[in-house]
């Protein structure tokens, strides 16, 4: 089961939560309802939703379709963080709509250093 930081799993309700927050960003972003003055927001893909307990806090895990902009892409959603809300909050039925911090997931370059590592191992085993 997936687990917070401190060892507690995550609540059905916290877990339903998190997709639904994940299923209207990607929306929001494809759709091109908020625009951004230096990124365009058809290349960002939200990898996960982690909502905190008392569901005041969700961190967003994304990543740019282009790679080496990661920076301006963090800056940009951090910055414009309470529109991005006000946009999830027309389609957001729960009680509490948590703030929004966007970060940079970089579980997908670990896999591929992992994977790297995999490769030169077998071809020095050879």
Do not use: C
């Not at 939560?17 to 365009?40: G, Q, R, V, W």
């Not at 982690?50 to 902009?69: C, E, M, N, T, Y």
């Amino acid at each position: 089961m997936v687990s917070l930081q401190n060892d507690q799993p995550f609540t059905q309700r916290q877990l339903k939560a998190s997709e639904n927050l994940k299923k209207i960003l990607a929306k929001i972003f494809i759709n091109e309802t908020i625009i951004f003055p230096n990124i365009d927001s058809k290349l960002i893909t939200v990898t996960e939703v982690r909502i905190s307990p008392d569901f005041k806090h969700a961190k967003v895990f994304f990543i740019p379709l282009i790679g080496q902009k990661k920076d301006i892409f963090l800056d940009e959603l951090n910055k414009f963080s309470n529109e991005i809300k006000f946009k999830v909050s027309k389609n957001w039925t729960a009680k509490f709509l948590p703030n929004l911090k966007f970060i940079f997931d970089e579980s997908f370059d670990y896999a591929e250093k992992i994977e790297n590592l995999i490769k030169q191992n077998k071809k020095s085993d050879i």
